[in-house]
Nanobody, 114 residues
Framework: QVQLAESGGGLVQAGGSLRLSCAAS???????VAWYRQAPEKQRELVAA???????NVADSVKGRFTISRDDAKKIVYLQITNLKPEDTAVYFC?????????WGQGTQVTVSS
């Protein structure tokens, strides 16, 4: 079992930056960790993922502004967001896979004002 806890969200002005953190409760012997977001009345979408070797995949819609990284010693995966836009407003979730199971955090709210 893995517990994931996101943090770092908040209210920011357009053009600002945030760094979201996803902290895992157990040894970070996890393959892939991903960040998703869900805006009001929209489906949850994948924005970035990082593999155990540090290989990354970022959605085209946010490429160039979103960067995912991981610190296995601290058991944290980060999502750095720059040049925030109002359309980035959403709840951001992290998800990980361990064996056959996957786990989600409870999310952190990001609100971008214009």
């Amino acid at each position: 079992q893995v517990q994931l806890a996101e943090s770092g969200g908040g209210l920011v002005q357009a053009g600002g930056s945030l760094r979201l953190s996803c902290a895992a409760s157990t040894t970070f012997n996890i393959n892939t960790v991903a960040w998703y977001r869900q805006a009001p009345e929209k489906q949850r979408e994948l924005v970035a993922a990082i593999g155990s070797r540090g290989n990354t995949n970022v959605a085209d819609s946010v490429k160039g502004r979103f960067t995912i990284s991981r610190d296995d010693a601290k058991k944290i995966v980060y999502l750095q967001i720059t040049n925030l836009k109002p359309e980035d407003t959403a709840v951001y979730f992290c998800r990980c896979w361990l064996g056959q199971a996957d786990y989600w955090g409870q999310g952190t709210q990001v609100t971008v004002s214009s």
